[in-house]
């Protein structure tokens, strides 16, 4: 089966719907708010030995219904990918010797069903779709310390061109950086490279691709100096500003936003650091066991958005008037010169733990997944200052859900 490809980024068992949340008031500007849009989450299994599904939400009347369910991504889903009208899906397979990439047909009411899929190094974390035609899909393996590449200009008949592995750091640290750990795959804004940050090995691997050949050549990426071991660096994400372009960093383990500058040289990309701080844009300690996860730019690329795990630094006002603790989204406005980040805003991300939030098309809109509290939000965001406004929309899935993206 062939399939028409646009490459747009990425992103249970029963389903409790929430009250509705009013529409209106809010900080956006944006008068949009007969808010109507198709959502997917995918869940991790709240027992083990279960499965967890891929959900598809519809957003109505501020309103979040479960529109349909699948268990076609396997037991542990993660990360989505959609790519005209298919979604590319990862099972981490927890404890298996190998993971899986499926290939999910997009149907009415945005349900989903398997299309094909095919073996990947233990525990995929993260795919992006690259060269001519959206043929190709990289694949971090955290589990497995390494990536594999597929053919998928059929997606009934995925295939592999290549899985490699990486050699432990061998600096005899514990885990999770005892081994290597690429925790993200992302494609550069020309098309020509890959960036897996490896959280392990404290690597931002960079590999030059053959658009049409959908093969890759290591590059020499940016390696993290001895004295900066234990960073993790967790997700990247790409900023163009004019004629310059910047790549961002959010590192896990010492919970840190990083700045590069991005220099195109012949067939290379350098990287340099210009900026380098707390994911709250200073050098304040945050508590313990804070974890920085997900990272994004705006859909009109004008901000950086962020969020931070297990602060329980704020407080958000379910529906029903109850108090709940919250961790943070932050925003950041970049100084298109320099790099530079400046904040705008620390908003609660409507729960504890979001490992992954998302934009619509348009980033008026701007859902969360606190997995912690098995919660889906929806809120409203000012496209003009950056802000994220008032929850509109909100639901309880059961399971850990890990990550949420609009249809596009």
């Given at each position: ?55 598809t939400l519809q957003l109505a009347h501020s309103r979040l219904t479960s ?214 844009g200073d050098d304040q300690a945050l508590p313990s066991g804070t974890a ?117």
């Amino acid at each position: 089966m062939r399939t028409s490809h646009g490459i747009a980024a990425a992103l249970t068992a029963g389903f409790q719907l929430a009250a509705a949340r009013p529409c209106g008031g809010g900080n956006n500007n944006n008068n949009s708010t007969a808010e109507s849009a198709h959502l997917w989450v995918t869940t991790y299994p709240a027992v083990w030995g279960q499965s967890g599904k891929v959900i598809t939400l519809q957003l109505a009347h501020s309103r979040l219904t479960s529109v349909a369910e699948s268990e076609a991504c396997g037991v542990n889903p993660s990360w989505l990918t959609q790519a005209g009208d298919v979604l590319y899906c990862v099972n981490e397979a927890w404890g298996a010797p190998q993971g899986d990439l499926y290939a999910l047909a997009i149907g009415s009411n945005a349900a989903v069903t398997r299309l094909g899929g095919a073996k990947t190094r233990p525990g995929p974390v993260s795919n992006t779709v690259y060269g001519n035609n959206g043929r190709g899909l990289a694949v971090a393996n955290y589990a497995g310390a390494g990536i594999d590449t597929f053919n998928v200009e059929d997606p009934s008949a995925i295939t592999l061109i290549k899985t490699e592995g990486y050699a432990p750091p061998g600096d005899n640290q514990s885990p999770p950086q005892d081994v290597s750990r690429p925790h993200q795959a992302v494609l550069d804004p020309t098309g020509d490279f890959l960036v897996f940050p490896d959280l392990g090995a404290d690597v931002l691997r960079v590999f030059k691709v053959n658009k049409e050949t959908l093969e890759h050549e290591i590059k020499e990426g940016f390696v993290y100096p001895p004295e900066e071991r234990g960073t993790g660096p967790r997700h990247v994400a790409f900023y163009k500003a004019g004629d310059k372009t910047f790549l961002y960093v959010v590192a896990e383990l010492k919970n840190l936003i990083q700045g590069f500058s991005v220099e195109y040289t012949g067939d290379d990309l350098k990287l340099t650091r210009v900026f380098n701080a707390t994911t709250h844009g200073d050098d304040q300690a945050l508590p313990s066991g804070t974890a920085a996860a997900e990272i994004y730019v705006s859909p009109d690329g004008k901000f950086i958005t962020l969020s931070s795990r297990n602060e329980r630094s704020l407080e958000f006002t379910l529906a029903d008037g109850t108090t709940v603790p919250s961790d943070p989204l932050i925003t950041f406005k970049v100084d298109h010169e320099s790099g530079a980040l400046e904040l705008v805003q620390v908003a609660p991300a409507g729960g504890i733990n979001p490992r992954h939030f998302s934009f619509n098309k348009d980033g008026t809109l701007v859902a969360s997944a606190a997995q912690s509290d098995s919660r889906i939000v929806v809120f409203r965001r000012n496209v003009a200052t950056g802000e994220i406004g008032e929850a509109i929309a909100e639901a309880i899935v059961e399971g850990n859900p890990n990550s949420v993206i609009f249809q596009q």
